[in-house]
Nanobody
């Protein structure tokens, strides 16, 4: 089993920055890829960024050049650095871990609000 706990969300003005953290525990060596998703009220959950076990990354077009995902080699943490934040980035952000057996684990979510 894998447990994920997100932190770092909050209220920030447009153009500001936040760093989200996701701490993994349990069977962390079973984790393959990790990712951040987000979901705004009334909207579908959206994939924001992924990072593989080898460190390769992918980003949604809407966040390219503004967000950066990273992880350590032990897969104990994954970070999402968010810069130049826009009101449309407002959402609950969820950490995701995919195991080698293709099972998904999810964190509880952390609220990010971008507003003046």
């Amino acid at each position: 089993q894998v447990q994920l706990v997100e932190s770092g969300g909050g209220l920030v003005q447009p153009g500001g920055s936040l760093r989200l953290s996701c701490a993994a525990s349990g069977s962390i060596f079973s984790i393959d890829a990790m990712a951040w998703y987000r979901q705004a009220p009334g909207k579908q959950r959206e994939l924001v960024a992924t990072i593989s076990s080898r460190g390769s990354t992918n980003y949604a077009d809407s966040v390219k050049g503004r967000f950066s995902i990273s992880r350590d080699n032990a897969k104990s943490t994954v970070l999402l650095q968010m810069n130049s934040l826009k009101p449309e980035d407002t959402a609950v952000y969820y950490c995701n871990a995919n195991t080698w057996s293709k099972y998904d684990y999810w964190g509880q979510g952390t609220q990010v609000t971008v507003s003046s």
